[in-house]
């Protein structure tokens, strides 16, 4: 099913209990947009609460997953060009709250599909999801001190909870290009697949995660975020209470038989 963004520049589609969610400007490798980010924000929104969704997959078309922000136009502005510092700097905290902040809430897996370059904004996107595959020639880059800016869209702290803050601040500071071995070696990507397998591979494990039990993933990412900031005492008490909720659902009594049975499960996440 073809879902209408709004925009060229965003695609969407939902297939297998996926929703494949494309940036489509190869022209300008993916770069952020006033059509693209907005229609961004509401797929991520709108997907995330879709019932017929179990797990997001996100990527790029052409040869690149995401450039960031346009460099060429950042010398002007536009209309955030007239905003005072108090204006910008509300508008950029909801942008990013809407987008890279809604992407970490949805309680559904995400696939970041990288074929290329992930840079700036665009690795902060990528580094929102769950897990990320690259293809062989992707690469990434945080990019912002090469044009003189700190971060946004919670870089650094996305970028930080991946590799490590040693790791973390080398990539800041050198807005080094991170091939996609090295990029698998310290953590930043899960897999790296041939750049012809990558499409499918990703859409192939994103739609084993959308046939998973879904209470039981939306209780794992529960969590696995709690893990990055509750003491261990405070995890069993929440781990305990989820799991007991996970065990009262269709899907636990429906993977139980199928183990009897020695058959996959059907699960139907509730």
């Known amino acids: 099913m073809e879902i209408d963004t709004g925009t060229t520049e965003l695609l969407c589609s939902v297939r297998d209990g996926v929703a494949l969610i494309t940036l489509n400007r190869p022209e300008a490798r993916n770069a952020m947009s006033d059509r693209l980010t907005p229609a961004l924000r509401t797929q991520i929104k709108e997907r995330g609460s879709d019932p017929t969704v179990g797990a997001l997959l996100i990527t790029g078309a052409g040869t690149a997953f995401c450039s960031g922000g346009d460099v060429k136009g950042m010398g002007d502005r536009g209309t955030r060009g007239a ?21 970490v809430g949805v309680r559904k897996p995400t696939i970041a599909a990288l074929p290329g370059a992930a840079a700036g904004a665009g690795l902060a996107i990528a580094l929102a999801c769950d897990m990320r595959i690259a293809a062989q020639s992707a690469f990434v880059s945080t990019g912002y001190a090469r044009v003189g800016l700190s971060g946004d869209y919670g870089i650094a702290w996305l970028l930080t909870r991946a590799v490590g803050s040693a790791r973390a601040r080398e990539l800041m500071f050198t807005a080094e290009r991170v091939d996609a071995e090295r990029c698998e070696r310290i ?3 899960n897999r790296v697949v041939p750049d012809d397998k990558l499409q499918a591979e ?28 509750i003491d261990h005492a405070m995890a069993l008490y929440r781990e305990a209470e989820r799991l007991v909720q996970a065990s009262r659902t269709d899907d636990h009594k429906e993977a139980v038989r199928a183990f009897v049975e020695k058959r996959k499960p059907k699960f139907t996440g509730k």
């Open 83 to 103: 905003m005072s510092f108090e204006e910008r700097l509300s508008d950029l905290r909801v942008r990013q709250t809407l987008l890279t902040g809604a992407l």
């Open 187 to 189: 953590g930043l990507v």
């Open 202 to 229: 990703a859409f192939a494990l994103a739609k084993s995660l959308a046939e998973g039990p879904r209470v039981a993933l939306r209780n794992m990412k529960d969590n696995l975020d709690d893990a990055l900031h």
